[in-house]
């Protein structure tokens, strides 16, 4: 009769061990398959500009239009431009070099020297941005007499 409690007892142990393994292996797995789920909230710049282009129609030799290129940060995070270049050192741009918060604006402010230029000039002016990848294209042209 021992025997057969011991047994018995056993037996419910043994058992009792089994399952209790399996359900903690369902919560675990469980609990798994949530963390794959959790979604990260990305945080990216956007920059738009008002106007890419600029026309300052005839100016004379020596003049020194300036030409602000405003835009809007409509990304969710800081908006950085880590550098502008231009085409030949008669055109200068100032950019903030601070970064800019989302759903603020900033201004990229270029000045055109047209001492030496004569006709027709267009000048590029290419802006680096941690927004995307490629370069923003921004232009101003016109006529210098």
């Known amino acids: 009769m021992k025997k057969s409690v011991f047994a018995l007892v056993l037996f419910t142990i043994v058992a009792n061990i089994f399952i209790g393994c399996k359900s903690r292996?369902?919560?675990?797995?469980?609990?798994?398959?949530?963390?794959?789920?959790?979604?990260?909230k990305v945080f990216k710049p956007n920059i738009v500009f008002l106007?890419?282009?600029?026309n300052f129609g005839q100016i004379y030799e020596g003049e020194e239009p300036v030409f602000y290129f405003k835009f809007v940060n409509?990304?969710?995070?800081?908006?950085?431009?880590?550098?502008?270049?231009?085409?030949c050192g008669c055109t200068v741009a100032q950019y903030p070099e601070q970064g800019v918060n989302p759903g603020d604006t900033g201004t990229i402010t270029v000045t055109f020297s047209s001492s030496g230029y004569y006709g027709y000039q267009i000048?590029?002016?290419?802006?680096?941005?941690?927004?995307?990848?490629?370069a923003i294209k921004l232009r101003i042209e016109g006529q210098v007499k």
Do not use: E
Request: proline share 0%; net charge positive.
């Open 51 to 54: 106007k890419k282009n600029f």
């Open 25 to 40: 292996t369902g919560k675990q797995n469980a609990k798994t398959v949530h963390n794959d789920t959790v979604t990260q």
């Open 74 to 87: 409509t990304g969710n995070g800081k908006l950085y431009i880590n550098r502008v270049k231009t085409d």
């Open 123 to 134: 000048k590029n002016i290419l802006v680096y941005t941690n927004a995307q990848d490629s």
